[in-house]
């Protein structure tokens, strides 16, 4: 992964560094938000540095992903992934379609690398850019509050998706670590799975 990419020059100036993904390379769970937050991009790792960070990874301490503190700015993980549509962050607005597909090899990538059982779509952006890839129905017709915590059969994958961290509220932490719970690991996941190259 480069780390000074070069590819999005509205970026260059603006960011801090490239925030790339990070975890278990084995792993079943692949969680893709959006892009980096400001914390994100000062630890260099996904879903860490803030209190929506912090969110994400208790849900995942409750899950047995993550073996460390929320607060962690290195959380020590086994069996998950994280990473983001976009790996860099502008200061003052969100990332921009193109600049979602100048990421897009990267990507693919880790997914390919991974080649995960389970995708979360962290937000409603990740959510319909994962959907136009692995699902038949259109991206527009999802909806991330109505689909958060529940399973989506999709084309090689299965996707689970999440509210953004920043609006879960305790009772979505609560759903979506029970849906996993019941839903996701009291079956044989690794049944569905399905090795297509993107």
Same mark, same amino acid.
């Given at each position: 992964?480069?780390?000074?990419?070069?590819?999005?020059?509205?970026?260059?100036?603006?960011?801090?560094?490239?925030?790339?993904?990070?975890? @278990?390379?084995? *792993? $079943?769970?692949?969680? &893709?938000?959006?892009?980096?937050?400001?914390?994100?991009? !000062?630890?260099?790792? #996904?879903?860490?540095?803030?209190?929506?960070?912090?969110?994400?990874?208790?849900?995942?301490?409750?899950?047995?992903?993550?073996?460390? @503190?929320?607060? *962690? $700015?290195?959380?020590? &993980?086994?069996?998950?992934?994280?990473?983001?549509?976009? !790996?860099?962050?502008? #200061?003052?607005?969100?990332?921009?379609?193109?600049?979602?597909?100048?990421?897009?090899?990267?990507?693919?990538?880790?997914?390919?690398?991974?080649?995960?059982?389970?995708?979360?779509? &962290?937000?409603?952006?990740?959510?319909?850019?994962?959907?136009?890839?692995?699902?038949?129905?259109?991206?527009?017709?999802?909806?991330?509050?109505?689909?958060?915590?529940?399973?989506?059969?999709?084309?090689?994958?299965?996707?689970?998706?999440?509210?953004?961290?920043?609006?879960?509220?305790?009772?979505?932490?609560?759903?979506?670590?029970?849906?996993?719970?019941?839903?996701?690991?009291?079956?044989?996941?690794?049944?569905?799975?399905?090795?297509?190259?993107?």
């Amino acid at each position: 992964m480069d780390t000074d990419c070069t590819n999005c020059s509205a970026l260059c100036g603006t960011r801090e560094r490239v925030v790339h993904g990070y975890g @278990d390379v084995g *792993a $079943d769970f692949l969680f &893709v938000g959006e892009a980096p937050t400001a914390a994100a991009e !000062r630890t260099g790792v #996904p879903f860490t540095g803030d209190e929506a960070g912090a969110r994400v990874q208790r849900i995942l301490g409750d899950l047995g992903f993550v073996r460390s @503190d929320p607060d *962690a $700015d290195e959380p020590d &993980v086994q069996n998950v992934f994280f990473t983001y549509l976009t !790996r860099c962050r502008h #200061p003052d607005r969100g990332p921009t379609d193109d600049e979602v597909a100048t990421c897009e090899p990267y990507l693919n990538a880790e997914i390919r690398m991974i080649n995960p059982h389970i995708i979360v779509p &962290v937000g409603q952006a990740a959510l319909e850019a994962l959907a136009f890839d692995y699902t038949t129905r259109a991206a527009d017709s999802f909806d991330v509050d109505a689909e958060h915590a529940t399973t989506i059969r999709g084309r090689g994958f299965e996707l689970v998706p999440m509210k953004e961290p920043e609006r879960l509220t305790d009772d979505d932490a609560e759903a979506f670590v029970e849906h996993v719970r019941e839903s996701v690991f009291g079956r044989d996941y690794r049944q569905t799975k399905g090795r297509q190259s993107r």
